[in-house]
């Protein structure tokens, strides 16, 4: 375990067995549907990735990765790479490694429900709840987590500690 981590808060079998677990459900609620899995980089790539495997339908994958804007604009972001493909008609799932304060999650929505896909509906990894600012459609949730600064399956600490296979809680020190 990196020195910067203090303790496992979801280990990796876990959130293998939930995956599979939401995949199937997805496949379910969406058969016969064209699926497009959009997430936003970087870290929602590792659970894209393992949620596409998971799910028993043919889906599309797109890629979005935003930036925010400068201090005092909350919930506005600036986008940095947008969807490569068209999604109207389409039925889009947002997979998201972690939502807090959901401000950006609901612009992006805002966003993407302007390009009138079939149905707009999100799924996220981890959900960090109690700092929850506006209401989302959450349609698939993994778990959720207290408020704590995680790491791994995606998450990083100055773009390190994203390849580990579970989700950690940092050392304090770690931050500083």
């Given at each position: 375990m990196p020195a910067e981590v203090d303790s496992v808060l979801v280990a990796e079998a876990?959130?293998?067995?939930?995956?599979?677990?939401i995949g199937a459900q997805i496949?379910?609620?969406?058969?016969?549907?064209?699926?497009?899995?959009?997430t936003v980089l970087r870290g929602g790539?590792?659970?894209?990735?393992?949620?596409?495997?998971?799910?028993?339908?043919?889906?599309?994958?797109?890629?979005?990765?935003?930036?925010?804007?400068?201090?005092g604009a909350v919930g506005?972001?600036?986008?940095?790479?947008?969807?490569?493909?068209?999604i109207d008609g389409r039925h889009v799932i947002v997979v998201e490694d972690i939502i807090d304060t959901g401000l950006t999650l609901n612009y992006l929505l805002r966003m993407l429900k302007a390009r009138q896909p079939a149905g707009l509906e999100v799924?996220?990894?981890?959900?960090?709840?109690?700092?929850?600012?506006?209401?989302?459609?959450?349609?698939?949730?993994?778990?959720?987590?207290?408020?704590e600064f995680v790491v791994g399956y995606g998450l990083d600490l100055r773009g390190t500690l994203r390849n580990l296979p579970y989700v950690a809680r940092l050392r304090e020190e770690a931050l500083l």
């Open positions: 876990a959130i293998a067995e939930r995956v599979t677990e496949g379910a609620d969406h058969a016969g549907d064209e699926v497009t899995l959009v790539l590792f659970f894209l990735a393992d949620l596409a495997r998971a799910i028993p339908l043919d889906v599309h994958l797109d890629f979005m990765a935003v930036s925010g804007y400068e201090a506005v972001v600036r986008i940095t790479k947008d969807l490569d493909d068209p799924c996220t990894l981890l959900d960090k709840d109690v700092r929850r600012i506006v209401d989302l459609p959450i349609a698939y949730r993994g778990f959720r987590i207290p408020d």
